[in-house]
T-cell receptor, first 116, second 109 residues
Framework: KAGVTQTPRYLIKTRGQQVTLSCSPISGHRSVSWYQQTPGQGLQFLFEYFSETQRNKGNFPGRFSGRQFSNSRSEMNVSTLELGDSALYLC???????????????FGSGTQLSVL | DAKTTQPPSMDCAEGRAANLPCNHSTISGNEYVYWYRQIHSQGPQYIIHGLKNNETNEMASLIITEDRKSSTLILPHATLRDTAVYYCIVGLNAGKSTFGDGTTLTVKP
């Protein structure tokens, strides 16, 4: 059974640009969550999608957005990139997500974004 | 969700058992204890989780105290590949919980 796939693995952008990251969840999983990980802030929750709807959102500015497609694949977009957006962006999939107790998350390997 | 406290770092000799402690004194009755680990620059990997009873799977064992205020993750025969940051998180659902700083486990030959 294939795991969570994130593309691209590495990305270099300059300030002001925008970026789109992709996440393919485990087959059958309908919930996709996105996280930002930096050395100083640790793992921070961005948003969670289920059945193409954003159900939960973390405390990030509107420059960070996402969407989910009917096949559960998800993308996140960051517009007007800032130096502080340099981070490892992780997505995680689960069967039904946050509404169910005892739910395990399965993470992808992440996209390492560097903003110059 | 309850807050967890873990030692920042631990060492373990290869082939020996690694016992990683976690305190979660404010855990609620219906909150689970989850353990994940993260190898450098990879995504966190699920290890094990439990509610009240001790749990064991092919990767590790989880021992939860009777009062549920602390737990221990046991890697029975640590290998060099077990060197990673180990996160203990507590919550109704792993996605809602907060990943703290974790414990950096270094397995030494």
């Amino acid at each position: 059974k294939a795991g969570v796939t994130q593309t691209p693995r590495y990305l270099i952008k300059t300030r002001g640009q925008q970026v789109t990251l992709s996440c393919s969840p485990i087959s059958g999983h309908r919930s996709v969550s996105w996280y930002q990980q930096t050395p100083g802030q640790g793992l921070q929750f961005l948003f969670e999608y289920f059945s193409e709807t954003q159900r939960n959102k973390g405390n990030f500015p509107g420059r960070f957005s996402g969407r989910q497609f009917s096949n559960s694949r998800s993308e996140m977009n960051v517009s007007t990139l800032e130096l502080g957006d340099s981070a490892l962006y992780l997505c995680a999939s689960s069967l039904v997500g946050w509404t169910r107790e005892d739910e395990k998350l399965f993470f992808g390997s992440g996209t390492q974004l560097s903003v110059l | 969700d309850a807050k967890t406290t873990q030692p920042p770092s631990m060492d373990c000799a290869e082939g020996r058992a690694a016992n990683l402690p976690c305190n979660h004194s404010t855990i609620s009755g219906n909150e689970y204890v989850y353990w994940y680990r993260q190898i450098h620059s990879q995504g966190p990997q699920y290890i094990i989780h439990g509610l009240k009873n001790n749990e064991t799977n092919e990767m590790a064992s989880l021992i939860i105290t009777e009062d549920r205020k602390s737990s221990t993750l046991i890697l029975p025969h640590a290998t060099l590949r077990d060197t990673a940051v180990y996160y203990c998180i507590v919550g109704l659902n792993a996605g809602k919980s907060t990943f703290g700083d974790g414990t950096t486990l270094t397995v030494k030959p």
